[in-house]
């Protein structure tokens, strides 16, 4: 009697099933990472604006509040002037904070909500 032969390798439904689930995580992953990547670009923005803010210590705090909010807004982030809060921390020093909530839907009635806190200080 001939033994069953075994299978040696990999076969083609494995690799679909593979590349399947790398693509979905792939996906999901830059659906997840995007609201993370725009908050360290607020982050950036907000250090420029407190530099240049720095080197001109006349600026008023609502004038360095609208240079954040002109820089942020050219990026196409959706941030209320509102929402941008400015505390004065020395001479010509600020820090800058923005509360940025970010809905990424999953399906029909689930979603994930993610509620990032971007800082920044005067250098």
Do not use: C
């Not at 076969?11 to 792939?26: I, P």
């Not at 995007?34 to 607020?42: L, Q, S, W």
């Not at 950036?44 to 954040?68: C, G, N």
């Amino acid at each position: 009697m001939r033994s069953p032969s075994r299978q040696k390798g990999f076969s083609l439904m494995f690799f679909m099933v593979l590349f399947a689930l790398l693509g979905a995580g792939g996906v999901a992953g830059w659906m997840i990472g995007k609201p993370y990547m725009d908050a360290a670009t607020v982050e950036h923005l907000a250090e420029e604006a407190l530099k240049q803010a720095k080197l001109e210590p006349t600026m008023t705090e609502v004038e360095i509040r609208q240079s954040l909010f002109n820089n942020i807004n050219v990026q196409g982030f959706p941030i209320e002037f509102s929402d941008i809060i400015l505390r004065p921390i020395g001479e010509a020093e600020y820090e800058f904070e923005i509360d940025m909530t970010r809905e990424i839907p999953l399906w029909d009635r689930a979603s994930l909500v993610l509620n990032l806190i971007v800082t920044a200080q005067t250098p």
